[in-house]
C-alpha cells in the first residue's frame, strides 16, 4: 500500500511557475506508475501528467504540455510537478495519483491511491 501527501499549492500570477511536491511512504513506491490529477470548477476531473515507474517516459496532456514537467526521485520517494507559464486556467485542486498497472493521459486508468489535493489559484 502507499500514503501519498501533496504540497506546493498556493496563489500566483498569471505567468509565474509553482512546484507541487507529492511526498509517498508504504511499500515499493518504485512500483508504481505515477501521475497528477486535477479538478477545476464546473469542469471534470483530468490527469494532466503521467511518469512511467523508472522515470524513463513522460505523458502530458494537450493543454499542459510545454508548461509543466513531471519527475520522479525514486530514492527519495519523491514525485514533482514543476508549472510554468501559468494561466487562470489552470486554477484547480491538483492530487497526486498512483497506479501499479500504468497511467496514460487521455485514456481511462485505474487509480490505486491519492492524496488528499492542494490548491492552485492563478489570478489574472
Known amino acids: 500500500q502507499v500514503q501519498l501527501v501533496e504540497s506546493g499549492g498556493g496563489l500566483v500570477q498569471a505567468g509565474g511557475s509553482l512546484r507541487l511536491s507529492c511526498a509517498a511512504s508504504?511499500?515499493?513506491?518504485?512500483?508504481?506508475?505515477m501521475g497528477w490529477l486535477r479538478q477545476a470548477p464546473g469542469k471534470e476531473r483530468e490527469l494532466v501528467a503521467a511518469i512511467t515507474q523508472s522515470g524513463g517516459t513522460t505523458d502530458y496532456a494537450d493543454s499542459v504540455k510545454g508548461r509543466f514537467t513531471i519527475s520522479r526521485d525514486n530514492s527519495k520517494n519523491m514525485m514533482y510537478l514543476q508549472m510554468n507559464s501559468l494561466k487562470p486556467e489552470d486554477t484547480a485542486v491538483y492530487y497526486c495519483?498512483?497506479?501499479?498497472?500504468?497511467?496514460?493521459?487521455?485514456?481511462?486508468?485505474?487509480?490505486?491511491?491519492w492524496g488528499q489535493g492542494t490548491q492552485v489559484t492563478v489570478s489574472s
Open positions: 495519483a498512483a497506479s501499479s498497472l500504468g497511467l496514460r493521459v487521455g485514456s481511462p486508468s485505474v487509480i490505486h491511491y
Open positions: 508504504g511499500r515499493i513506491f518504485s512500483t508504481y506508475a
